[in-house]
């Protein structure tokens, strides 16, 4: 049963997609042209989604899975996916969501819970229909962009040189010459092949990569981070 309200994520494949590649000149100008608009707007990162001890406090599986998916700032973590897991489970991305919507299907909660689980179905739901549509379309570049949404739940990217230094594949403290010059190397046509599927999620890490990329070029600590499982 489908349920019908609005979702965060939607994605789907267009036909005429073999021109939105990396291949495609037109597609590397609009990535390009999506990060200079986002280098004009003051950089900040979004919400990180639920860190797993936070999760892991909560007893009830069913009120786990919803505080899971409405803290999700991603799709990957709206089904608890880790980047690594993306190659194994390509296949079983369907299976997952069913799996997952047994505990909140609408019809299948307490009524006092129907508000939360209409809304998590349909996360949970728009969420596996994206992460589909991205291997799909490109596997590597799926599991490129999900590192850089795990990099961005750590909550550590603005304040820790070292973990924006790890993301982008340079050394701390290098120049913004050089830190450009990486992630235009390492992400940006990757990113272009799934601009088609997920403008959004590419949007949102094309911001998380600019963050990285100031902090990385500053070199210093801003405040010492807290360690990525904690609340």
Request: hydrophobic residues 45%.
């Amino acid at each position: 049963k489908r349920i019908g309200i609005a979702a965060q994520w939607t994605s789907q494949l267009l036909v005429g997609g073999e021109a939105h590649t990396g291949a495609s000149e037109e597609e590397q100008r609009r990535i390009f042209s999506v990060a200079g608009r986002l280098a004009e707007t003051p950089l900040r990162l979004g919400p990180v989604s639920a860190r797993a001890s936070a999760l892991a406090d909560i007893a009830d599986n069913r009120e786990r899975l919803l505080a899971q998916i409405a803290r999700a700032a991603n799709p990957f973590a709206a089904l608890g996916l880790a980047p690594g897991m993306l190659r194994e489970e390509r296949a079983s991305i369907r299976t997952k969501f069913r799996k997952l919507s047994l505990l909140i299907h609408p019809d299948k909660v307490p009524e006092n819970l129907r508000p939360r689980a209409i809304a998590a179905f349909a996360k949970l739901e728009a969420a596996a229909t994206s992460i589909e549509a991205m291997l799909q379309t490109d596997a590597a570049a799926a599991e490129l962009l999900a590192k850089i949404d795990a990099a961005h739940d750590t909550g550590r990217l603005i304040a820790d040189p070292a973990a924006a230094a790890k993301l982008l594949g340079v050394e701390e403290g290098c120049t913004a010459k050089d830190a450009k010059k990486a992630i235009e190397q390492r992400f940006f046509q990757s990113l272009s092949r799934l601009q088609v599927v997920s403008s959004k999620d590419v949007e949102r890490a094309l911001r998380t990569l600019e963050v990285a990329e100031e902090t990385v070029v500053r070199g210093t600590a801003l405040w010492t981070a807290a360690d990525a499982d904690e609340t």
